[in-house]
């Protein structure tokens, strides 16, 4: 069975930094497209962030880009989110997603996510 567990999130402060890590087992994780998207307040859950399998090509919101980094760590199974400059808006629950195929320009499109994690809640307080 293939899970996918992130980190707690937690409460921080406007302009401040958090990084998720959301770690993968029950399958190989090398192979795996790794993707983190959001939920916030009264909205459709949204894409935030992709990595490759090979960890060289990375996607971002453009609402995150220049904020928010996506990596990996393949020896332990495990993507992360680095987040700095943090804003109200980026108040959500964060779900990091895994994709067993390459979708090439389809990295946002969460219906080709194979397994999701169950989500960790940040909270940004102004």
């Known amino acids: 069975q293939v899970q996918l567990v992130e980190s707690v999130g937690g409460v921080v402060q406007t302009r401040g930094s958090l990084r998720l890590s959301c770690v993968v087992s029950?399958?190989?994780?090398?192979?795996?497209?790794m993707g983190w998207f959001r939920r916030a307040p009264g909205k459709d859950r949204e894409f935030v962030a992709h990595?490759?399998?090979?960890?060289?090509?990375?996607y971002y919101a453009d609402s995150v880009k220049g904020r928010f980094t996506i990596s990996r760590d393949n020896a332990k199974n495990t993507v992360y989110l680095q987040m700095n400059s943090l804003k109200p808006e980026d108040t959500a629950v964060y779900y990091c997603?895994?994709?067993?195929?390459?979708?090439?320009?389809?990295?946002?499109?969460?219906?080709?996510?194979?397994?999701w994690g169950q989500g960790t809640q940040v909270t940004v307080s102004s």
């Open positions: 990595i490759r399998s090979s960890g060289d090509i990375t």
């Open positions: 029950g399958r190989a994780f090398n192979p795996l497209n």
């Open positions: 997603a895994a994709d067993r195929s390459y979708s090439g320009n389809l990295y946002a499109v969460q219906s080709l996510y194979d397994y």
